[in-house]
């Protein structure tokens, strides 16, 4: 059943949108990068692709990626934290292109104990020369090592308070459940559509957590 996750987008100031938890100790900060959706889950292969519309832009935008991630697991966001460019490399936020520009965790590795979450924010910036058959899909993918047994991992959006978080749990993968951007009102019964702009750009107001299925029905 679709969920919608609390506190989404560029100008929200909360930490607790979206989180992944590691039930071990980790070696080394998690680092944000994305690429093309053109893989099959598990199996996503070499991850090298980042061609699709989303990654390289449109004139509308300038050619700059559109995907802007904020790590919040040491502290909350400004408002209007979506960066204006992507750079090249680590920065946090930034727009995500695979590994050429991304995002590593803040604060200390995880180390399976005391500090076991991290959490993060998102958002699409959709231009206005943006079309039906511009490539917009991706796969987010999360970067990170460890010594001994692997962590069990799991992924989940708010659908609580900021205050007081339920962190519902995502299964992420072909058939399973992923996150769609959307335009403000979306939701069951309403579709779940990003809005194209008149003019200039407009970033995503909406998180939805949906099934295959779901999205399938629109």
């Not at 909360?14 to 992944?20: P, W, Y």
């Not at 991304?102 to 104990?113: E, H, N």
Request: proline residues 5%.
């Amino acid at each position: 059943m679709a969920g919608k996750a609390t506190g989404y987008g560029n100008l929200s100031t909360a930490r607790n949108v979206f989180s992944v938890n590691f039930s071990t100790a980790l070696s080394s900060l998690v680092r944000y990068g994305a690429y093309d959706n053109d893989q099959t889950f598990p199996a996503l292969g070499a991850l090298t692709s980042s061609g699709y519309t989303i990654f390289i832009g449109t004139a509308g935008n300038s050619n700059k990626p559109m995907i802007g991630l904020i790590d919040t697991t040491n502290a909350a966001p400004s408002s209007d934290w979506f960066p204006a460019s992507a750079t090249g490399g680590s920065a946090n936020p930034n727009r995500l292109k695979g590994l050429t520009s991304y995002v590593t965790q803040a604060g200390a590795i995880r180390d399976g104990s005391s500090n076991t979450r991290i959490t993060y924010n998102m958002a699409v910036e959709v231009p206005s020369d943006a079309t039906t058959s511009s490539t917009m899909s991706f796969d987010l993918v999360f970067f990170y090592t460890y010594t001994g047994a692997a962590p069990d991992v799991t992924h989940a959006y708010n659908s609580g308070t900021e205050g007081s978080p339920t962190w519902t749990t995502i299964t992420p993968g072909s058939g399973h459940q992923g996150v769609v951007h959307t335009r403000a009102g979306s939701g069951v019964g309403n579709g779940f559509y990003a809005n194209i702009p008149a003019s200039s750009v407009e970033k995503t107001a909406e998180g939805w957590i949906i099934t295959a299925a779901e999205k399938a029905a629109g």
